[in-house]
């Protein structure tokens, strides 16, 4: 671990920032010494509640600030784009949430930017770094499970808009697809090693225009994956991965620190199970902070071609579904 710790500014003041900067207590080799909002207040109130010393009112004044090495975007999808260049053009290291962009145009420019730049940029699928999906990509990597032949996910919560108004706003790329099917699909694209071949898929929209509920499925040749994302329902929240020599589940909630049990060929079972303190967002903060300190400008555990594929993937799903952003150009096709 290098002798200064790792310096974070973080972009925005909602809740995913709040259990970063919360989780960070678990990663000794970083610390947060900025937040910035688009007020001043709110900067202010978030700075006295979790202990940041250094509070601004606007993304650009962080941006500035040499007490920060690395920015991490919290904010709504459709700001990820334009506030992750504004980071780069700084000079600082990116996280950014997930869906790392609205689209996977927008995903391509960031990367090339961060590689001219010669800064790290990551997208933050916390889940990629925890212990248990860490598991499952070395049972892919050994091929331990065989040839991979279903996937099953699903993400859904009930999630109204009086308690998620943001879910439902189409300009800031709301809807269960880009915020709750990344993860089904990124777990597709980890098991298949990339993009499918063909995509089917059908959603139910709410009034707003956003996706309320979207089914799919992947094909990879003769293998695939059926996949499920709802803002509108609390559901299983389970994930499988079947192969010709062995299957992968994940019991509820897949994605947070969690066990994973293995069935072989013959049947015999093995579970892995390795707690994680706290929600587990820090150790997303460690995996960034160990790529810089290595002075690699990508995470082997989530790289951005492995990003840029799910947004692929987003982008067809979306043509499918017949979901558009405001932002997005109508003569621009999204796939
Ligand atoms: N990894 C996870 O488990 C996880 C969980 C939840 C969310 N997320 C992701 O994190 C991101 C934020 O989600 P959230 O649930 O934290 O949202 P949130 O609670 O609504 O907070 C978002 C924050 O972004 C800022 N903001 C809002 N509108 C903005 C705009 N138009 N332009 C710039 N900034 C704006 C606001 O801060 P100010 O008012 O202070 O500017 C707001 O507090 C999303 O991409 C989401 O998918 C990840």
Known sequence: MSARPLRWGVLGTGTIASLFVEDLRHEPGSVVTAVASRSQESARAFGDRLGVPRCHGSHDDLFADDQVDIVYVATPPATHAALGHGAIAAGKH??????????????VGLVDAARAAGVFLMEAMWSWHLPHIGRLRELLGTGALGDVRLVTADHGLNLPSALAARLYEPSLGGGALLDFGVYPVSLAVLAFGGKPTRITAQAVMTSTGVDRQTSVVLE???????????????????????GTR???????????????ELTGETGETELFERPVPGVGLHVEAAEARRCIEEGLLESTQRPTAETVAVMETLDGIRTAIGLRFPSENPDRGVS
């Open 94 to 107: 990116v996280l950014i949430e997930k869906p790392f962009t609205l689209d996977a145009a927008q995903a």
């Open 220 to 242: 990879y040749g003769d293998a695939q994956a059926v996949l499920t994302a709802t803002i509108g329902a609390d559901t299983s929240n389970r994930a499988a991965v079947s």
């Open 246 to 260: 062995g299957r992968v589940e994940i019991p509820a909630v897949w994605y947070r620190p969690n066990r994973l």
